[in-house]
């Protein structure tokens, strides 16, 4: 049986309840793993830090945008702190997607938000089946500073069981956002 | 709205993790405003990143971190979440995101020759993005590209030696291809286009024209 992830407990007690403690467990989750990213990419420790302060107060400001059913915390933490790193290096806002208007709150989706979590479940596996180079070339294509013809050759990589699950998700994100719509 | 020409996936990875031109964002985010095949592409590429963030290295963060964070939480000084949708609101056939660079307002044209017109939204070096104006039936001169050239329908259709383009659809075009994209007869064509290096008109007169145009 899958139970909701801590990460997700966390984030919803600090969307619902404005739960500081709960906020608290997160930035010590996710603080050492945006600093991790952000230094890869190329920037300083101290810009880093700067940057992970911004981000995490992002993430306590838009707590109410967070939707366990579209993303996994992970995932919705990653989209605010690349939109933040772009913001800065350009000192200009980034052209970002509209929003989708949803409407149905999201507990009533108790079974997509474990549904999503094995999806993540199973790429992490995937992920961790790759061979080191495999996995490091990804790593650098999503966390690190590839370019964008870099990030085609890293994506373009017969990776059979990543490239399922990828897929897998996908298929999954454009049946909910169907519902969404309709 | 029936797209047919979509973003490539490794373009949807790369704005996922922040390494594209912000004139290729531009069209990205006006592509995934509209298309749902899109949108779930790139959020399955955040995922993917999320994932990886989950399980990457860690950069241990200094002592007063966490205290520094908490103070901040009271002083609420960052933007609501209500004001970003609203500056990102879409306007007519103008998504969110081009409607934004537009602030809101509708674009004020000018004259780019041969019944063509333009208005730049972002410049920057070699890289732009433009909203271009093509009256129905006109054809925009024949060119070459010297890198990568995205061009979306915004309204009405066009087509080239490659195919047939309408609302939502982006055609890539990259250094191997020379067009020449006509406006569908009937209402004008409006087209949001993005490039990261000039283009190479084959013909005199636009060549010409060239640094008036600033493409
Ligand atoms: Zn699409
Ligand atoms: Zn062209």
Redesign the interface.
Known sequence: KIERSEQTEWMLAVRDDRDRAAFARLFGFFGPRIKGMLMRSGMSGAAAEDVVQDVMLAVWNKSAQFDPARAPVSAWIYRIARNRQVDLARKAARPLPEEIETETPPEADAGQILGLQQEGARLRDALARLGPEQREMIARAYLGDLTHSEIQAATGLPMGTIKSRIRLGLERLRHELKDLRS | MTVTHHI????L??Y???????AF??V???H??LC??C????????????????????????AG??D???A??DD?L?E??NE??QV???MGIY???VA??LGQRPPRWRAAGGGVRQTILFENGKSSARLLYIPGGMAVPDHGHNGTELTMVLQGAFHDETGHFGPGDVEIADESLEHTPIADPGPACICLAATDARLRFTSLLPRLAQPFLRI
């Open positions: 490539h996936d490794s373009m990875a790369a996922a993790a922040g390494r594209l031109p912000q964002e531009m990205v985010a006006a995934v405003s749902d095949h949108r779930a592409a790139l959020e399955t590429h955040q995922f993917v990143g999320g994932t990886l963030l989950e399980t990457g290295q860690t950069e241990d963060l200094s971190a966490l520094t964070l908490m901040r939480l609420n960052s609501a979440p970003v949708a990102n609101r879409r998504p969110g995101p934004r660079a």
